[in-house]
């Protein structure tokens, strides 16, 4: 029963049923909530799914493309089982995340692992567990990388993470590709990372180029002057050093619609974008074709996630702003607090009610900054109503927190009818477990 004519994104299967709810893969959210509890994360597969698929269309046309997701939007076991499934390939940025692909079955040659300050024992474990590629991103690892991978008297097959000097305008936490970015090698560095790996750091095999300019990005133009810079140094360093790299990698940054202030475009305009112009850099700087990698992230996952929660209290500020609290907030969804993201919310069960009435969402956790949502058009809330906020599947989970002490919410997996724990709910003795009391202050 939406009330308001905003333009957002939600699972493809999002539907209002016969009783006047709404349901998500079949599955009637409100009982969802009453047989898992509330908050409770949601992912729609078949939105997944068909995703993927999109992607893979989109770059048919350029048949070297591997699209490798971006882990850290949101990592368990089953997504990334499922993108398997799909024959997507994973970025990942940690141990916990080559350990998560790796338990869920996935081909590690198909896996990147990335990130600014790589530990010792996370290059180790990469390496023993055959990550396919590992892209280096400054001095101090490539010295360490050579130096494992000859302990191992292993050949690491590497990429150089490049900061190709490119502004977007996004959240200036979620930028990364502008010059002095703490991500990756200057373009006036790369000339001197080539001369070690080709002359003193021999167990170093480079392949190609890397560079992930930011998040939630609607201008395209970013990518074309990105692949550009990119075919242009590959055209350079074999000139220079008569060094054939064949593989690029874009990154991700691809947005999302969260509100109808955002339009992304689709994601067969950013193929066909990308396609026309690698093939007019490859002619522009005669090179080879090279293989192209892709990471995005949020757009593969954030539209198939929904989060429902409860309501229940509310005040009415006199004069001023009526607040109604869920049971959930910055610990499950930490982005409008730290972003100042907005995000778009509708009702799940019946509401006969046409009445509505702007209200701000509030978390339960003890901070003024705690607010979910700011001033939104809802029927008249009552407690016990149930509260689906949309595009929640990436970094919200994977963002989230114990803070306040309050245990994470489960996650599941729905189609069809079916829906399937993915993530277990924590428990109280899960807020525990890591908690040791000296014997000298145990209760006596
Ligand atoms: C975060 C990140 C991505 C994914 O970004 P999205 O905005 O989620 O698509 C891809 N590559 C790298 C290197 C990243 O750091």
Redesign the pocket.
């Known amino acids: 029963m939406t009330t308001s004519t905003n333009q957002f994104q939600k699972p493809i299967t999002a539907n209002i049923n016969t009783k006047g709810n709404i349901e998500i893969g079949s599955c009637d959210l409100v009982d969802l909530a009453d047989e898992f509890g509330t908050p409770l994360y949601i992912i729609d597969e078949k939105t997944v799914r068909s995703i993927c698929n999109d992607y893979k269309k989109a770059f048919e046309k350029y048949p070297k493309t591997n699209i490798m997701y ?1 882990s ?2 949101l990592c368990t076991s089953a997504i990334s089982a499922l993108l398997n499934d799909e024959g997507i390939g994973f ?1 990942t ?1 940690s141990s916990g995340e080559i350990y998560t692909v790796y338990k869920a079955g996935v081909n590690m040659q198909k896996v990147l692992f ?1 990130g600014n300050n790589k530990s010792f024992d996370e290059l180790n474990l990469a390496i023993d567990l055959g990550v396919g590629r590992i892209s280096v991103d400054n001095f101090y690892e490539l010295a360490l990388l050579n130096t494992i991978a000859q302990s191992k008297n292993k050949t690491v097959d590497i990429l150089l993470r490049i900061t190709p000097g490119i502004e977007c305008h996004t959240h200036e936490y979620i930028q ?1 590709g502008h010059l002095d970015s703490k991500f990756g090698f200057d373009l006036s560095q790369i000339d001197e990372a080539v001369e070690l790996i080709l002359n003193e750091y021999t167990n170093l095999k480079l392949h190609g180029l890397h560079a ?1 300019i930011g ?2 990005i609607f201008e395209t133009s970013i990518y074309a002057d990105e692949i550009d810079i990119l075919c242009k140094e590959i055209a350079r360093l074999d000139e220079k050093f008569n060094l054939k790299l064949d593989e690029i990698n874009i ?4 947005g999302v619609k969260y509100t109808d202030q955002d339009v992304p475009p689709s994601t067969y305009e950013i193929g066909e974008l990308i396609i026309n112009k690698l093939n007019n850099s490859i002619k522009k700087y005669n090179i080879d074709e090279p293989t192209l990698f892709l ?5 593969i996952i954030s539209m198939a996630g929904a989060t429902i929660y409860t309501i229940g209290s509310s005040k009415q500020v006199p004069k001023g702003r009526k607040y109604v609290s869920i049971d959930g907030g910055m610990a499950d969804n930490p982005r409008p607090s730290l972003y100042q993201a907005q995000y778009y919310a509708q009702i799940a069960n019946k509401k006969e009610t046409q009445e509505t009435e702007k209200v701000t969402i509030g978390g339960r956790y003890c901070e003024s900054g705690d607010i979910l949502i700011n001033e939104i058009e809802l029927p008249i809330l009552n407690e016990g109503d149930i509260l689906c906020v949309y595009n929640t599947g ?1 970094y919200n989970y994977s963002m989230s927190s114990n803070y306040n002490r309050v245990s994470k919410p489960a996650m599941v997996l729905v189609n069809d009818g079916r829906a399937e724990i993915i993530v277990k709910r924590e428990t109280l003795d899960d807020i525990v477990r890591n908690d040791i009391i000296p014997d000298r202050l145990a209760a006596k």
């Open positions: 971006a850290k939007a970025d940025v990335n990364t992930h998040s939630q990154g991700g940054g691809l990471e995005p992230g949020r757009s990436a």
